[in-house]
């Protein structure tokens, strides 16, 4: 009998051993095909102050009407990449000019990498926390709230208060990705809504195991 509950724990622990790296290597697979699909935003500003906090997003103004007449016919994440190489020095200035139109001197650094990320929505779309490459624009100090969205496929542009994502993004959107990874972004059923949290969950333990 002894023998008999020791293999029944074997069996359960190999089980469940099976259970979790199947499910850890679906949202590794997920998060990767999302990272190399999108190419995202990401401005931090100087401090929380309410000024800081306003410079912000009116540097992201001035960059995302620049990047938008650069990039409006992209048909791909690497091409919006390659345009963004190409123009960073403008970014730069872009920012900086927008800074000292607004009364400060604050320096700008902006640069293109791979960053961590936090769950976000963007309307209707819900994208889970991960690495994504990305166009970083830090303000002064750095110190402040971040602000994130998504140049390719253009979502920054999403007006989040009416809570759709424009019928061509969702369009390139679906040619990046497989089906099931689209439906789990879009949430829409209770079956993709709980797989998004699973790999929502695997990404957030990874983060914090990669930041010990």
Same mark, same amino acid.
């Given at each position: ?6 293999? *029944?724990?074997?069996?359960? &622990? ?13 949202? !590794? ?10 190419? /995202? +935003? ?8 309410? !000024? #800081? ?6 540097? /992201? #103004?001035?960059? %995302? ?12 994440? #690497? ?6 190489? %190409? ?12 800074? /000292? ?15 961590? $990320? ?6 209707? *779309? ?7 490459? @990305? +166009? /970083? ?14 140049? &390719? ?9 009416? @809570?759709?994502?424009?019928? !061509?993004?969702? #369009?390139? +959107? ?15 059923? !209770?079956?993709?809504?709980?797989? $998004? ?11 914090? %195991? @990669?930041?010990?």
């Amino acid at each position: 009998m002894k023998k008999f509950n020791k293999n *029944i724990i074997i069996v359960m &622990f190999l089980l469940a051993a099976f259970i979790f790296f199947s499910v850890k290597s679906y949202a !590794e697979t997920v998060n990767k095909d999302l990272s190399e699909s999108l190419f /995202r +935003l990401h401005v931090i500003a100087n401090s929380d102050s309410e !000024e #800081d906090q306003n410079l912000k997003y009116k540097v /992201r #103004d001035s960059l %995302l009407n620049y990047m938008n007449t650069l990039s409006i016919n992209s048909k791909s994440k #690497d091409e919006t990449i390659n345009i963004a190489l %190409l123009h960073l020095d403008e970014f730069e200035q872009i920012a900086e000019d927008t800074i /000292r139109q607004n009364g400060y001197d604050y320096p700008v650094e902006v640069e293109i990498g791979n960053y961590s $990320f936090p769950t976000k929505s963007y309307g209707d *779309i819900s994208l889970p926390s991960g690495y994504y490459d @990305a +166009l /970083r624009v830090k303000i002064g100090k750095a110190n402040g709230h971040n602000w994130w969205c998504v140049m &390719f496929p253009p979502l920054c542009f999403v007006d989040v208060t009416s @809570a759709t994502v424009p019928e !061509e993004s969702k #369009d390139q +959107l679906k040619q990046s990705l497989s089906n099931e990874e689209y439906d789990i972004i879009s949430q829409n059923s !209770e079956t993709s809504e709980v797989k $998004f949290k699973i790999v929502e969950l695997f990404n957030s333990l990874a983060s914090k %195991l @990669a930041q010990k």
